[in-house]
């Protein structure tokens, strides 16, 4: 069978949740039996997510094979249960990139290199590798931004071209939005005719629209776009705002949408799933809805004036891993944001700390309101409050052990005092060299390694395993010197990676839970599966 390719576009607005609804789409073929990959296509001249600030971007998901992506690709794991690569993952700097390679390696036998066709050509090929090396029969390719923007026609051109060189396996879903007007007060569909319009402009006509709106959408508006913008009836969705993400596929299931699709695509009839049942979903989403007591989880960091960014956004998957390891315990997760500098204004504030269950310092970077994390972590290993430090989260709970229980004031990581006697977290060799280079795209320790648990530790307990694999985004490690005297103080080293003697945990004796990891188990939190050290953490909150 030729693959399949969806295409998803936007229009009107950003932020439409176009990821959420290529990634539910793929939940609902996998619960249909094929095998499905998603590739989020982004219009950036950047190779990566790794340079964007993740305050105007959003975060930076880090995939198993060590890329840095937009994170739209941390939506697409979580709803198809499992690992993606590098491969799903495409900007138009990858693209460029290749395609100027191709051209020094005399690969266009003497031709101009051209925009078109050799661009959206490279990018076919490259959605065609993705659906090659994930084995699916089914490519949903997610086209960052609106239709109508000059950045992302060449990605609208590659579907143009796709779909004719291989009519009846390739398919548009436009995502747009009905917004209802406060003077007016009425859902309308002229912003959702005009952007299917534009669509079709480039030579495209969608076989499907998604309807985004506060309101599901009526038959008179259904009706409207079908006969505006050429569809049919039946394939318009209707995608109202809903209390949690997790509900989408199950909207859409209830529109049959996943059974067109599989109509249109001329797919053969499968039984098993190749993923998350349906009735998981139905599951969780009866769970989501059921849990009335909360539990509530501050996140310390620094805070900026974002403006219009929404904060959420940068923590995406901290605060999914929050919700997925509450609700499996029949919690409902309460989340509040903890600017760190108000604890360096004045301490007075650090008692706020005990109105949680539970506290998080996420990773990060810099010095920015560093010292008053650190204090927050003094007081929440004084006061017995379960914590987990995430990345930096932990490398500042090692300063502050080193500060206040081994009598180092001036213990610190070498990324915000070079020159400090106790550089109880310093620079990972490799790190050197590129940071004295100014080597900053992609050259951090980067995905997935091993990590060896020591079978006494709390943490071996609730993986239970020996052998686990986490993600990694950093340049600064523990360093080893402080190794003996720090475990010999209580806080044990419960992780290695034994390849290259890293501190990959730390865990602190006699305390309700108390754990620091230098990785981010948060890329690996799933609603069907949660992380056991996010299900560690709030169960001793709940404890506690
Ligand atoms: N800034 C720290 C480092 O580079 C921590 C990074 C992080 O939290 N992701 O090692």
Redesign the pocket.
Known sequence: MATKYIFITGGVISTLGKGITSASIAALLQAKGYRVTCVKCDAYVNIDAGTMNPTEHGEVFVTSDGVETDQDVGSYERFLNRRLSKLNYLTTGQIYQKVIERERNLEYGGKCVEVVPHVPEEIIRRLKQAAVADKAEVVLAEIGGTVGEYQNVLFLEADRLLKRESPGNVINVHVSYLPIPATVGEMKTKPVQYSIRTLQSTGIQPEFVVGRSSLPLDERRKEKIAVFGNVDIKNIISDPDVSSIYQVPLIFEEQAFAERIIKLLGLPKRGKPTGARLSDWQKLVKKIAEVSEPVKIGIVGKYFDTGDFVLEDSYISIIEAVKHASWSLSRKPEIQWIDSHEFEVSPANLKKLDGYDAIIV?????SRGVEGKIKAIEYVREHKIPYLG??????LAVIEFARNVLHLPKAN?E?NDRQTPDPV?H??PE?KKLLAKHDYGAT??LGAYDCTLKKSSSVYKLYGSEKISER??????FNNDYRAKIEQAGLKVVGVNTERDLVEIVELEGHPFFVGV?F?PEFESRPLAPHPLFVGLIRAGIKS
């Not at 995430?390 to 490398?395: N, P, R, T, V």
């Not at 990694?472 to 490690?477: K, L, M």
């Open positions: 996420p990773g990060g970077f810099g995430l990345c930096y989260g932990m490398q990581t990324e977290i620079i990972l790190q951090m320790r990694h985004r950093h340049r600064y490690e230098q981010h």
